[in-house]
């Protein structure tokens, strides 16, 4: 393969969430194949202490290089190396090979328009045709994937999330390092091209100054909590992905199974 051919697939990869979006990964690129690392230099110590999330977002990656992969004819064969005792053999390396075997071509226009919103919902049923869909994509290997669309099921899940909302916006530790993300203007986040852009988030653009003495002044840990539950409970359904087993392959294909449900529900209209 031509190193232009990597450099395009990668553009796909790095457009896959992570946690603050703080891109936590590095790509090796050889003949045929592209390695991705982990970050060490953007983790997130508050939010994730143990690096679950880090390994998540490489699932996510992975899963929009294999998805680009396939689109443009390649094969793809996946060796996930993942040495718990020594940080520096952590490695995904996928190697390419002529002769697609899937047909990516809807998942992989989804890619680009994927987006993670926090608007509030209508609370529409969603057609079982849509939810065999989801089912389908959300099936990895050691992770199970829950959809839930009854209230007696909603429910637990939405007091889970109010108290868990109040422990972490109560923890200033959470919230110090929160802001070393928040993109407070235009200009800021154009410059590093990563981190929370406010004004996607709901927030004024503004200068950083301003923008976190606002955040510490209206900042309510019990207030966020209520609108949290003001929107699960007008959503159509909760998506839940638990990792078999506490291991770091596991999560990056947890990773892998959010980011194929993530775009597989994106086109979806009822």
Same mark, same amino acid.
């Given at each position: ?30 003949? %045929?194949?592209?390695? =991705?690392? #982990?970050?060490?230099?953007?983790? +997130?110590?508050? *939010? ?5 999330? !880090? &390994? ?65 919902? %209508?609370?529409?049923? =969603?057609? #079982?045709?849509?939810?065999?869909? +989801?089912?389908? *994509? ?5 992770? !199970? &994937? ?125």
């Amino acid at each position: 393969m031509k190193k232009q051919d990597l450099i395009n697939l990668i553009k796909y990869a790095i457009k896959a969430p992570s946690g603050h979006n703080s891109q936590p990964w590095k790509f090796k690129l050889e003949e %045929n194949s592209i390695t =991705i690392f #982990p970050d060490y230099e953007r983790i +997130l110590p508050v *939010a994730d202490p143990d690096n679950h999330e !880090l &390994f998540i977002s490489l699932g996510c990656a992975l899963e929009n290089l294999i998805i680009a992969a396939g689109y443009f004819g390649y094969h793809t064969d996946t060796d996930i190396e993942m040495k718990m005792e020594d940080p520096f053999k952590e490695s995904i390396r996928v190697e390419f090979s002529s002769g697609n075997n899937q047909n990516y071509d809807r998942l992989f226009k989804n890619i680009e328009i994927r987006q993670s919103t926090r608007n509030k919902y %209508n609370k529409a049923v =969603i057609p #079982p045709a849509h939810i065999e869909k +989801l089912n389908e *994509a959300g099936n990895q290997d050691q992770v !199970l &994937f829950l959809l839930f669309t009854e209230p007696g099921q909603i429910e637990p899940v939405i007091e889970i999330t109010k108290r868990a909302t109040v422990l972490q916006l109560s923890k200033k530790g959470f919230i110090k390092e929160l802001m070393q993300w928040i993109r407070f203007n235009r200009k800021t986040a154009k410059k590093t091209g990563d981190g929370l852009y406010s004004r996607a988030i709901g927030s004024p653009s503004v200068p950083k100054w301003l923008g976190k003495l606002f955040l510490n002044l209206t900042l309510d840990p019990k207030r966020e909590a209520r609108k949290n539950v003001n929107l699960m409970k007008n959503s159509s359904g909760i998506l839940i992905f638990i990792a078999k087993e506490n291991n770091k392959e596991a999560w990056v294909n947890l990773g892998r199974s959010f980011q194929r449900v993530a775009i597989t529900a994106t086109p979806l209209k009822y």
